[in-house]
């Protein structure tokens, strides 16, 4: 699972996404205080697939995306930006095949997050990709 970890960090490293962010990607959870925007990501779910010649990882990764901005340009430009890195593309997993990665879900939120300076009320776009590797 590490190493489709770091082929995800690797696929989005300078990317549009990476820069809108400044770089401020996380695996799970962001630190306490991270400014924003940012975008966190994770394993939802990981069903191996195999068969008697084939070992075949299905794994669903959700990556949230978070803005503080009122308007929804920041937040969809992050979406966008999303999308255009990962729509079609594919992996290098080392020890492994890359086979497909869709996205399969979008989910939107407004949620109340507490900063130093106050509550605010935080854009969270939950978008989830399903990625296939082949071991």
């Known amino acids: 699972m590490s190493a489709l970890l770091a082929a995800l ?3 989005l490293t300078g990317t549009a996404l990476w820069t809108a962010v400044a770089g401020r990607v996380y695996l799970d959870r962001a ?5 924003f925007p940012y975008v966190v ?5 990981s ?9 075949v990882e299905d794994t669903l990764i959700q990556f949230d995306l978070y803005s503080t901005s009122e308007g929804a ?3 969809t430009t992050l979406y ?18 890359h086979l497909w990665m869709t996205q399969e879900n979008l989910t939107t939120f407004v949620d109340e997050i507490t900063t ?9 776009w939950s978008v989830d990709y399903s990625i296939g590797v082949q071991s």
Request: hydrophobic content about 35%.
């Open 47 to 55: 069903v191996p697939q195999d068969t008697f010649s084939e070992s």
């Open 73 to 75: 340009t920041e937040i």
């Open 31 to 35: 630190p306490e205080l991270a400014v």
């Open 80 to 97: 966008e930006a999303l999308k255009a890195t990962l729509k079609n593309g594919s992996l290098t997993v080392a020890g492994s095949t």
């Open 116 to 124: 130093p300076s106050g509550t605010v009320g935080a854009k969270h």
């Open 41 to 45: 990501f994770s394993i939802i779910s």
């Open 9 to 11: 960090i690797t696929k």
